[in-house]
């Protein structure tokens, strides 16, 4: 499944709440004319067999995260954009470094999904090809240096993703900057 640009996300999205928006109005004109009685709410007690908790960073921590990968490319004199995604390889926050190259944005989102889909450092995954080529196959990914996971108690959680930088291996330091960023 290919992903959609964000200019076609944000089409996409006004799309469906114009959409709502319509049913919506629509009900509220239907209740407005003939009154109904509300339905009895169903009963629903889940069990803790049928759910799971899981931690999220939140939209504080992943902007602390970006920005302390901006900050240490900017001191090493590089330009780059950054994306911290959660667990499930969703955006939380992706910056673009002033200067940073057209190419960054969706290289860095594409390393952090990668990152956290695996929970491991790119550039350790990058070598595995040569064993398994057919892993860049797989959409949304960039085995490339540049991106590194956020775990708690060894699980992915989230991950940073970094590119504009000359090499994978800078990319990822940056990566790494922002996660480490997180236990401060």
Known sequence: ?????????????????AAVGTGVVGAV??????????????????????????????????????????????????????AVVDRNGNVIVELRGDGAG????????????TAVSWNAPTSELAKRLAQTPNLKDIPGTLFLGGG???????????????AGAPSGDLDEQFAQAGVAALGK
Do not use: C
Not at 30 to 50: F, G, L, M
Not at 102 to 113: H, I, L, N, T, V
Not at 148 to 162: D, E, H, L, T, Y
């Open 29 to 82: 004109s239907a209740s407005a004319e003939t009154p109904q009685a509300a339905p009895a709410a169903a009963k629903s007690d889940v069990q803790n067999k049928n759910t799971f908790e899981s931690q999220h960073l939140t939209v504080d921590a992943a902007t602390r995260a970006a920005q302390a990968s901006l900050d240490a490319a900017a001191k090493a004199g590089q330009k780059i954009s950054v």
């Open 1 to 17: 499944m290919k992903k959609l640009s964000t200019r076609a996300r944000i089409a996409t999205a006004a799309v469906a709440v």
């Open 102 to 113: 057209p190419q960054s944005f969706e290289s860095a989102e594409r390393k952090a999904y």
């Open 148 to 162: 590194a996971p956020v775990q708690s108690k060894g699980a992915p959680i989230a991950a940073v993703g970094v």
